[in-house]
C-alpha cells in the first residue's frame, strides 16, 4: 500500500520558519514528480510548489516564491518544503503529493497520490 506522511506542521508566529517533510512508503517516487499543496479554511485547494525527479526543476506559486523552497532525498525517499518569513495568509492544511507518471509536472491537481495533510497555522 502506498502512503506518504506529512509531518512538520504547527503554528508558528508571522515571521517564522517551518520545514515540513513528506515520507512515502509502499514504492519509490525516485524517478517521480512531488509537489506540495494547500487548503485554507472555506478556499480551494492551491498549487504551492513541485519538484521534478532529481530536484533539477522547481515550480512555485507567486504567493510563497522567494520564501519557500521544495527539495527532495531520494534515498529517502522524502520531500520537503522548508518555508521562512510565514505570514498568516499560509496558514492550511498542507498536503504532499506525487506523480507516478511524470518525471517533472506543475500540474500538481493531476498527481495521482496524495498525504493526508498537515495543519500550518501563522499568527498574526
Known amino acids: 500500500q502506498v502512503q506518504l506522511v506529512e509531518s512538520g506542521g504547527g503554528l508558528v508566529q508571522a515571521g517564522g520558519s517551518l520545514r515540513l517533510s513528506c515520507a512515502a512508503s509502499g514504492r519509490t517516487f525516485s524517478r517521480n514528480a512531488m509537489g506540495w499543496s494547500r487548503q485554507a479554511p472555506g478556499k480551494e485547494r492551491e498549487f504551492v510548489a513541485a519538484?521534478?525527479?532529481?530536484?533539477?526543476?522547481?515550480y512555485y506559486a507567486d504567493s510563497v516564491k522567494g520564501r519557500f523552497t521544495i527539495s527532495r532525498d531520494n534515498a529517502k525517499n522524502t520531500v520537503y518544503l522548508q518555508m521562512n518569513s510565514l505570514k498568516p495568509e499560509d496558514t492550511a492544511v498542507y498536503y504532499c503529493?506525487?506523480?507516478?507518471?511524470?518525471?517533472?509536472?506543475?500540474?500538481?491537481?493531476?498527481?495521482?497520490?496524495w498525504g493526508q495533510g498537515t495543519q500550518v497555522t501563522v499568527s498574526s
Open positions: 503529493a506525487a506523480d507516478s507518471r511524470y518525471s517533472s509536472n506543475r500540474n500538481i491537481e493531476a498527481y495521482d497520490y
Open positions: 519538484i521534478s525527479w532529481s530536484g533539477a526543476t522547481t
